[in-house]
């Protein structure tokens, strides 16, 4: 159902991005062209770092069908120390979870397809205290 | 460019249609819009149709084609053309027929939007199709999510409440009891809403859209066939998208709505007026903080005060700058790629003084559809 991911897995087990050598800006996930130099980029790969802080997050409580058994669960938008930001889960008790909260990656499961289906593997953050 | 006016609009009822079609519904919309513009059908040269996803909500797909079958229009064998950009499907499909009219290609055009949710498919994980699959709603986002993450970020730093987007459910919901078509025609209470379980903290099921079965129809003309037709066209003076980054992650302003920004000054501009002279709105709000981030994208409320647009009452039928008198995607239902349209057709409505109990008085009107999280915008501008 989601074969397309594994296209991208090196970059979904290890916070990976691009940095724009013409303008420094640092885009994750990876793109191959810079929304700000367009055809002047000239893009690199460049390791973002484990560490950040908590922008914003929620926690929800209608969950896609594929995640229902980790319901509820936080997901928050995360500001690595590098400039880059990342959409993911926080393991964490909602109650300790605030913005401004200092976290880290970890690679955790995402979600399964079926009993015998592909393990889907990425990146979490938990507190980092 | 010509200038593009309103001669006919129409709609179906909003809501779980069970004993209509996908086509069935689309039809009842076409049938009232032709009615109301005194047309045969066969004047019509061209059809857009807004469609986010009825190959995942009913398993077809060249919507296009069975739509101007089922309207009676394929034996005059004219262009039907499906658009598709989430929820702003409808707005886009409008602004395609206003440019077909404007630039003179086509005299008299359809513009449409339909959406059958009932019938198949789960139709919360259908919308989170409109945010990015690989790096949003893998790891765990949801439309909802998104939108949660930008009212707490809102609470956090201006002080809104859970109270304030409730408000904003209540005003939807009083103002959709005089709307006919309207989904649901019961006011709520600031309890009732804060009462309802989460869907995604902070918001709440009752802060959320419906996700709708429903039909709605403009028909453009140029201005000068629009005179044959009613002494009292109302005009589209402008229809304007814009795009945003897709995910949410990478706007660096997490509250601010750049395609709503731009699209809107863009049409006030093209529309040669200000917002000032704006006097009813018709904004997207498929979870109550949509709404509220529309107040301050549009301008009707500075930068972190959206919330005092609803406590200060500015925003009800009765205040100096009316949103959503028709009940809104809350309390009308969004029936996703019809939304657009069938904000539009408020607009006409209100301008043409045939909204009823919900009548506000305005020259001029402005509609603002979004997809998704703000990704793209439409907005436009009627004028009597
Ligand atoms: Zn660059």
Redesign the pocket.
């Known amino acids: 159902m989601l074969p397309r991911f594994w296209r991208k897995i090196k970059y979904r087990y290890n916070l990976v991005g691009t940095k ?1 050598e ?2 420094g ?1 640092i885009y994750y996930p990876p793109r191959n062209i ?1 929304p ?2 367009r055809r ?2 000239r893009m690199v790969e460049v390791e973002l770092g484990e560490k950040g802080r908590v922008v914003t997050y929620t926690v929800i409580h209608d969950v896609p069908e594929s995640s229902k058994l980790m319901k509820p669960y936080v997901v928050g938008i995360v500001e690595l120390d590098s400039g880059a930001r990342v959409t993911a889960q926080i393991v964490e008790d909602p109650e300790r979870v605030r913005i401004g909260s200092r976290v880290r990656a970890v690679f955790r499961k995402y979600g399964e397809e079926g009993e015998d289906g592909i393990i889907y593997y990425g990146t979490k953050f938990v507190l980092d205290e | 460019m010509k200038r593009v006016a309103v001669i006919g609009a129409g709609m179906s009822r909003f809501g779980e249609l069970w004993n209509m079609s996908f086509r069935d519904i689309v039809i009842s919309a076409g049938l009232e819009a032709l009615e109301d513009a005194n047309l045969e059908g066969r004047e019509i040269e061209a059809m857009y149709v807004g469609n986010m996803s009825a190959g995942r909500f009913i398993a077809q797909e060249h919507v296009s084609a069975l739509i101007a079958d089922y309207s009676g229009l394929a034996s005059i064998n004219i262009p039907a053309i499906r658009v598709e950009a989430g929820d702003a499907s409808g707005g886009v499909a409008l602004k395609e027929a206003y440019i077909a009219v404007a630039s003179g290609i086509h005299d008299i055009v359809i513009a449409a939007g339909v959406e059958k949710v009932t019938d198949v498919g789960s139709s919360s994980e259908i919308m989170d199709s409109s945010i990015d699959k690989e790096w949003e709603a893998f790891n765990g986002a949801t439309l909802a999510g998104l939108f949660a993450m930008m009212a707490r970020l809102h609470m956090h730093e201006y002080g809104s409440s859970e109270e304030d987007l409730a408000r904003i459910s209540v005003k939807n919901h009083r103002n959709a009891v005089n709307n006919p078509k309207a989904q649901f025609r019961r006011e709520i209470t600031v309890e009732s809403v804060l009462n309802s379980p989460y869907v995604a903290e902070p918001l709440k099921v009752l802060d959320s859209a419906p996700i709708s079965d429903g039909a709605a129809v403009l028909i453009l003309a140029s201005e000068d066939v629009a005179r044959k037709y009613t002494d009292t066209p109302v005009f589209l003076d402008a229809v304007v998208q814009s795009s945003d980054y897709l995910a949410l992650q990478n706007r660096r302003d997490i509250l601010e709505m750049r395609a709503v920004k731009t699209a809107t000054r863009k049409a006030l501009k093209l529309a040669g007026c200000s917002l000032d002279d704006v006097g009813v709105f018709e904004l997207h709000d498929s979870f109550t903080v949509t709404e509220m981030l529309l107040y301050e994208n549009v301008g009707i409320a500075e930068r972190g005060r959206g919330h005092e647009a609803i406590r200060d009452g500015v925003v009800e039928i009765g205040g100096g700058k009316p949103v959503n008198p028709s009940g809104g995607l809350k309390a009308c239902g969004h029936a996703v790629g019809a939304t657009g349209i069938r904000q539009a057709v408020e607009i006409v409505y209100q301008l043409r003084g045939d909204a009823g109990k919900r009548q506000v008085d305005a020259e001029i009107g402005m509609a603002v559809n979004i997809g998704g999280t703000g990704a793209t915008a439409v907005a436009s501008v009627f004028r009597r």
């Open positions: 724009c013409n303008c800006s810079c700000e130099c002047k980029s």
